[in-house]
C-alpha cells in the first residue's frame, strides 16, 4: 500500500525557515518523480515544486523560485522542502503527491495528509 | 491566480446529473495537455478521480467522467449521491513562462 506521511510543519515568523519531510512507503521510491502542493486556508490547490527520481532535476512555481528548495534521499525514501524567507501568504497545508506520467500530462495519483505551515508574528 | 477556471459551485438533487466545466487557454487544456479531475472532502487530502481526461483509477465510481474539448473539459456526475457533495479540482499543465503544474480554481458541488 502506497503511503505518504508529511511531517515539519509548524509555526513560525515571517521570514523564518523550516524543513518538511516526506516519507514514502509501498513502492519503488527513486522511480517515481514527486511533488509539493500546498492549500492556504479555505483556498485553491497550488503546485509549489517537482522533483524528478534521481534527484538531479528540480522544478519551482514562481512564487516560491529562490526561497524553496525541493530534495530527496532515495536510500531513506524520503523528499524534503526547504521553505525560507517565509511570508505571510506562504501559510497553507503543504502536500506530498507522487506523480504519475502519462503521454501528455502528470497528475497526482497519491497524497500525504499534509502538513500545516503557519507563518504568524 | 489559478489560470484554469471552475464555477464556483454546482448543486443538485439525488439521483441527478451535475457537471463542472474546466476553462484553460492555448498554453495548457488547448494545448493538448491532458485534464485530471481531483475530489477533495473538508480537512482531507485531495483524491485523484479522473485522469488524463477520461480515466478512471480503480476504485472510482462509473457515476464519475471526464471529458476534453478545444481549451476546456468537464467532469460529470450522474446519480448524484450525498456522498458526492465534495471540492472539485481540475488540474493540467501550463506551458508558458510562467506555468507548470496549475489546478482550477475549484468546485463545491452540494447535494440538495
Known amino acids: 500500500e502506497v503511503q505518504l506521511v508529511e511531517s515539519g510543519g509548524g509555526l513560525v515568523q515571517p521570514g523564518g525557515s523550516l524543513r518538511l519531510s516526506c516519507a514514502a512507503s509501498?513502492?519503488?521510491?527513486?522511480?517515481?518523480?514527486m511533488s509539493w502542493v500546498r492549500q492556504s486556508p479555505g483556498k485553491g490547490l497550488e503546485w509549489v515544486s517537482a522533483?524528478?527520481?534521481?534527484?538531479?532535476?528540480?522544478y519551482y512555481a514562481d512564487s516560491v523560485k529562490g526561497r524553496f528548495t525541493i530534495s530527496r534521499d532515495n536510500s531513506k525514501n524520503t523528499m524534503y522542502l526547504e521553505v525560507n524567507s517565509l511570508r505571510v501568504d506562504d501559510a497553507a497545508v503543504y502536500y506530498c503527491?507522487?506523480?504519475?506520467?502519462?503521454?501528455?500530462?502528470?497528475?497526482?495519483?497519491?497524497w500525504g495528509q499534509g502538513t500545516l505551515v503557519t507563518v504568524s508574528s | 491566480q489559478s489560470v484554469l477556471t471552475q464555477p464556483p459551485s454546482v448543486s443538485g438533487a439525488p439521483g441527478q446529473r451535475v457537471t463542472i466545466s474546466c476553462t484553460g487557454s492555448?498554453?495548457?487544456?488547448?494545448?493538448?495537455?491532458?485534464v485530471h479531475w481531483y475530489q477533495q472532502f473538508p480537512g482531507t487530502a485531495p483524491k485523484l478521480l479522473i485522469y488524463s481526461n477520461s480515466n478512471r483509477p480503480s476504485g472510482v465510481p462509473d457515476r464519475f467522467s471526464g471529458s476534453k474539448s478545444g481549451t476546456s473539459a468537464s467532469l460529470a456526475i450522474t446519480g448524484l449521491q450525498a456522498e458526492d457533495e465534495a471540492d472539485y479540482y481540475c488540474q493540467s499543465y501550463d506551458n508558458s513562462l510562467s506555468g507548470f503544474h496549475v489546478f482550477g480554481t475549484g468546485t463545491k458541488v452540494a447535494v440538495l
Open positions: 492555448s498554453s495548457n487544456i488547448g494545448a493538448g495537455f491532458e
Open positions: 522533483i524528478n527520481g534521481g534527484g538531479d532535476t528540480t
Open positions: 509501498g513502492f519503488t521510491f527513486s522511480n517515481r518523480a
Open positions: 503527491a507522487r506523480e504519475f506520467h502519462s503521454n501528455k500530462g502528470v497528475s497526482f495519483d497519491y
